[in-house]
């Protein structure tokens, strides 16, 4: 709340709608402050000097910090001119300072109430106060107010449009926005800018494209446009042109970590792995210390299958001094993919030493153990995830599926599965490990349910197909088991026991 109203204080020293000059001033930390000097138009010399001498002396209060002292001033400044609006909201905007919310209100509607046609600070400050208070509808009362009297008055527009943000009322904030950008304006790069934000969530992903196109064009550094046009097109699939626009980008403003980000990104998902790996090298000569990037790199090279170059990258992120968990988590699954099983284990534990908490460098462990066929320091360790990180769906199935493969704690098994499937419900393997442990139990139909339903989610899925033939046989529904068993060679050869159940279910009659 103390934001908000410190917000409202920076947009009333910054209006100039008021009649009356301005002046600038630092404060005693370098920041500059704008006042308005109040019109003489009503009263005689004499009280527009006193009024004014006091008003001066609360602004010096005001860039003191002495609220107090300047509302006593900005009071004597009214008694000589009580028409003044100027010093009404001075003393709305203190009170909100001092979280005196009541008075600030009594006092800006005071301001409004005086008969100045020229000025809407008070009301727009009003609309701040309100929307910081969560009152959104007496907020949105102050900016129509205004409207009715000016249709295009530019600051109760956009403060309208930006409470309707606010409420997700985005297709009243289309409205607003697309009437700002029609108006000839400093400000039209960032309406163009947010109108176009607005489009994209409203999936008008072609409108939103033309309004951060318009950005570009009239500020061709506005890089969060070209970040935001860039993504708009890896939405619609045109990877092509969202390279395009991010090389552009890069081009402007070498020095924005986000562009060269996305482009490596892109690049990769155009299957152009080798200038993806170009472009996280010409990253990190940039910027040596981003974690991230050396984090992404080395993703590229595991998911090419290119071990040894991943842990070439990590290696020289430790060398950097780098420290993260994720880094630990790269590392020992880059062993684990090469059969360094041990190697792997040790990388985990010493993660661990540095991140005791972490659920995922404890679940990578958890899966090392179990691959190192100690399912009970696998256990513990999975356990010690979903401790520590409730987020990690893949520990609670893998948790629960160690346990539904031992054929104990079946129950708790299957509470952690469905967990897991609350984070990810179309997840195939999830569903199936529900089905393995609703046979693990007996309950064969329960168990063909859910498996069936895996196999639509992953039919070239091996496990799977053996785990429901396993349940028809159950069921004795012998045909049907000889086909997924069929199904499950064929996916995998190598599939243990399959061959057998098949020389078994011949027999049966």
């Not at 409470?163 to 409205?175: H, M, P, R, S, Y």
Request: aromatic content about 10%; charged content about 30%.
């Amino acid at each position: 709340m103390r934001v908000l109203y410190r917000l409202a204080i920076s947009f009333v020293l910054g209006l100039v709608a008021i009649n009356g000059s301005t002046y600038a001033a630092n404060d005693a930390n370098g920041i500059v402050k704008v006042g308005v000097l109040p019109a003489r138009s009503h009263i005689d010399e004499r009280s527009f000097k006193k009024a004014l001498s006091h008003y001066m002396m609360g602004l010096l209060y005001d860039n003191e910090g002495e609220f107090k002292k300047a509302i006593e001033e900005y009071t004597k400044a009214s008694l000589a001119d009580p028409k003044s609006t100027v010093f009404r909201v001075k003393r709305g905007v203190d009170y909100l300072v001092l979280g005196e919310h009541k008075k600030a209100v009594e006092e800006l509607s005071a301001a409004k109430a005086i008969e100045d046609p020229e000025n809407i600070t008070a009301a727009l400050v009003l609309g701040i106060v309100y929307t910081a208070q969560g009152d959104y509808q007496a907020a949105q009362k102050e900016y129509e107010d205004i409207l009715k009297k000016d249709p295009q008055q530019m600051k109760a527009l956009a403060s309208l449009a930006d409470l309707f943000i606010l409420q997700k009322k985005l297709t009243e904030a289309q409205g607003i926005y697309e009437k700002l950008s029609g108006a000839e304006d400093s400000n039209a790069p960032v309406v163009h800018f947010n109108l176009g934000v607005i489009y994209a969530k409203l999936n008008k992903v072609p409108q939103a494209i033309g309004e951060f196109e318009k950005t570009i064009v009239l500020v061709p550094d506005y890089i969060d446009a070209y970040i935001m046009l860039g993504l708009l097109y890896e939405m619609q699939g045109n990877l092509a042109r969202a390279e395009d626009v991010y090389r552009k980008g890069v081009g402007v403003d070498p020095s924005d970590e986000r562009l060269y980000g996305r482009l490596a990104a892109v690049l990769f998902d155009s299957n152009k792995a080798p200038e993806s790996c170009d472009v996280y090298r010409e990253a990190l000569k940039r910027f040596p210390q981003s974690t991230d990037f050396y984090i992404a790199f080395s993703a590229v090279y595991i998911r090419e299958q290119k071990y040894d170059d991943a842990l070439s990258v990590l290696d020289k992120a430790k060398a950097s001094g780098l420290k993260d968990p994720r880094l630990y988590s790269l590392r020992g699954y880059a062993c684990m993919m090469q059969g360094k099983i041990d190697e792997a284990i040790a990388i985990y534990r010493e993660g661990l030493t540095n991140y005791a908490e972490n659920g995922l460098l404890h679940f990578y462990l958890g899966m090392a153990y179990d691959t190192a066929h100690d399912r009970a320091k696998a256990t513990s360790e999975l356990r010690a995830a979903v401790k520590y990180d409730q987020t990690v769906a893949e520990a609670y199935n893998y948790l629960g599926y160690i346990l539904a493969e031992e054929g104990k704690d079946l129950d708790e098994a299957e509470g952690l599965i469905k967990k897991a499937l609350e984070m990810d419900p179309a997840n195939g393997a999830y569903i199936d490990s529900l089905g393995w442990v609703y046979y693990k139990k007996g309950d064969f139909k329960k168990a063909v349910t859910e498996l069936e339903r895996a196999v639509s989610v992953e039919d070239k899925n091996a496990v799977i197909r053996d785990h429901l033939g396993d349940a028809y046989y159950a069921l004795k529904l012998f045909d049907k088991a000889k086909e997924e068993w069929e199904k499950a060679v064929h996916l995998d050869p190598e599939q243990a026991g399959i061959g057998e159940k098949i020389k078994r279910i011949q027999g049966e009659p």
